[in-house]
């Protein structure tokens, strides 16, 4: 990808105001205009999708929904492994990304890949369960997200997987043997991202801990291209459904 098409996405992501009446249109009007060049950009900067997707357990014959999945890019650290799922749901608001995601999709012959263009907050997989979900950079795009980390809780089948990888800050004080982040992290972060309608929050590993049997949960620091190069926060989660029904 060229350095002019990189500027051009960073206009995008950083200059661009964002209008739209609803979220969904808001989530269009944003990625529309970068989506042929949002996979080259966005490798530079997201860490962490490699080692939460290549990490779960593919079940045989299992639904695998991917909330929040854009260009389906996330599928390909799945490598071969993607053929032993019966099913693959791509969920998206911006059908410019899901257009990327069926070309992707076709180019692979990934055959079992579904895109489906609708809230991740009320998707449901047709086949009723779930036996993974994953969030990539997309928790903190959803304006309710208590209410997408409830439904995918909801949609797995007990034992589920759950994998979550996104920007974050730390809470104040934070529980034992998690970071602390300081105070111009925890204050500078939300108000710059809120330009681009992302909220990372202090609160999405204490809600995922208390919805979910931990398996791993690792915090690390990113950097934007041609930016300030402020280390910028993430976390990566892998979590289990329990059998309890609440």
Do not use: C
């Not at 993974?132 to 997200?145: G, I, K, N, Q």
């Not at 995918?152 to 997987?161: E, I, K, Q, S």
């Not at 500078?188 to 979910?212: C, E, G, K, M």
């Amino acid at each position: 990808m060229s350095f002019l098409s990189d500027l051009k996405t960073l206009y995008q992501v950083t200059l661009r105001p964002i209008r739209g009446r609803d979220h969904g249109s808001r989530m269009e009007y944003f990625y529309g205009g970068q989506a042929e060049a949002y996979d080259a950009f966005r490798r530079k900067m997201l860490r962490g999708r490699e080692e939460v997707y290549g990490r779960i357990d593919v079940p045989r014959g299992g639904v695998w929904v991917d909330l929040g999945g854009g260009t389906a890019s996330n599928l390909e650290f799945l490598g071969p492994r993607i053929a032993e799922l019966a099913k693959v749901y791509v969920v998206d608001l911006s059908g410019s990304m899901l257009a990327v995601a069926r070309r992707r999709a076709e180019r692979h012959g990934w055959t079992n890949v579904e895109t489906v263009e609708a809230d991740v907050a009320t998707f449901r997989p047709a086949e009723g369960a779930a036996d993974v979900v994953t969030f990539s950079y997309s928790l903190t795009m959803v304006p309710d997200w208590f209410a997408a980390i409830d439904n995918a809780w909801a949609m797995l089948a007990p034992g589920g997987r759950i994998g979550v990888v996104d920007f974050y800050v730390s809470r104040k004080f934070p529980a034992q043997g998690r970071r602390r982040h300081g105070w111009l992290a925890r204050s500078f972060w939300p108000v710059y991202f809120a330009t681009n309608n992302v909220f990372p929050s202090p609160d999405h590993i204490p809600y995922l801990q208390r919805r979910f049997e931990t398996i791993e949960l690792a915090e690390g620091t990113t950097r934007f291209p041609y930016q300030f190069r402020l280390p910028v926060p993430y976390y990566t989660f892998l979590g289990r459904k329990g059998n309890r029904q609440d």
